[in-house]
């Protein structure tokens, strides 16, 4: 059987207006019906799947709770972070959780901001790690990638991509390359994107920690075995966990292991990280309206009101992002999508 961690504690603010301190993109209906974090969780549950172990920040707990009930799924823990140390921290807590009871159990971690339409060909890639991660890999899956994209890690490996999707051990891993770097890599035809999507046994995970970055490990350990059970949830130690390095996996672990292999995805696949690949994922004819919104004349666009009484009209634009909030409205070029991110950090200051 195979625990699902899920990964909710990123703030996502790429995605503001929308995605907000209190309430991220993960917890919000982005793309469908079903927010971005319940449909990862209804991908890794039924046959092969245990109960899910959720890895988020204090104020999303209830969100968490509510979401996962409307699907029918009971999660077996989740563990609250007493203040976001990026995802290593988060996945070594889940790991070492997981390992109280079954020390060589097998988990998927699975960030909760992707869009994974195609669940078969996601189950198949799943199956085809399985062996791998049981024999000690930590399993990456690959997805071929079609721009230069600065925001993902780049998996390299040893020969050109087959349509077999058997685990290859990988040959390098590059976390976030600039964008000099990551024309490169996707010019050599042998690197794959990291979905960001991991399955390996618990007790691999945690040697791998040990090995490389042994003071988190101390650290997170310690604030696991100090946890407190609150109404249901598990409060990671703060004193611990305020020692533990705010980190990435793909740092912290995967661009130095040895052990690592790749099994490639071929179905869709879209980390909605930014507005322009919200329009990438929404767009018809080049399109994306949503809420009350109506476009003139306007290509490559997208116009989204949240709020039921007020219109968003776009005229003769092209490339353009605009986001209507009750509070708050986004108007950006599509090509700096990225730098929504800026534009929070230089609001945070003035408040
Ligand atoms: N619990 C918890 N705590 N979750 C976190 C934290 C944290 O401190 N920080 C981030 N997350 C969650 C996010 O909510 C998201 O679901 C997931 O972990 C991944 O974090 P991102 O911040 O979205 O990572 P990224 O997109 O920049 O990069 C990762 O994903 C790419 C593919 O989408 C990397 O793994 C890249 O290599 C990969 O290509
Ligand atoms: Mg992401």
Redesign the pocket.
Known sequence: MITPVL??????TRLWPLSRKSY?K?FSPLTGEESLFQASARRLNGEGYDDPVV???DPFRFIVVQQLAATGITPDAVLI?PE????A??ILSAALHVARTAPDGLMLV?????VIPDTDAFAQSVAAAVPAAQAGQLVTFGIAPDRPET???YLELDAALTDDIAPTPLRSFV??PDAAQAAKLIATGRHL????IFLFRADTIIAAFQEKTPDLLTAVKAAVDEARADLGFLRLAPEPWAKAE?I???YAV?EKAKNLSVVPYRGKWS?L?DWAAVWRETAQDGMSLSGPATAIDCTNTLLRSEVAEQTVVGIGLDNIVAIAMPDAVLISHKDRAQDVKQAVQVLKTKQ
Not at 110 to 114: I, L
Not at 193 to 196: I, K, S, T
Request: hydrophobic letters at 25%; proline letters at 8%; a negative charge.
């Open positions: 990964l909710c504690g990123g703030s996502g991220p993960q890895v988020t920040a972070e976001g140390r990026d995802t921290p988060a699975a960030p909760s901001d992707h925001g993902y890690g976390e976030k994107w990291n979905a960001g705010a990435s996996i793909d995967m980390d990280g």
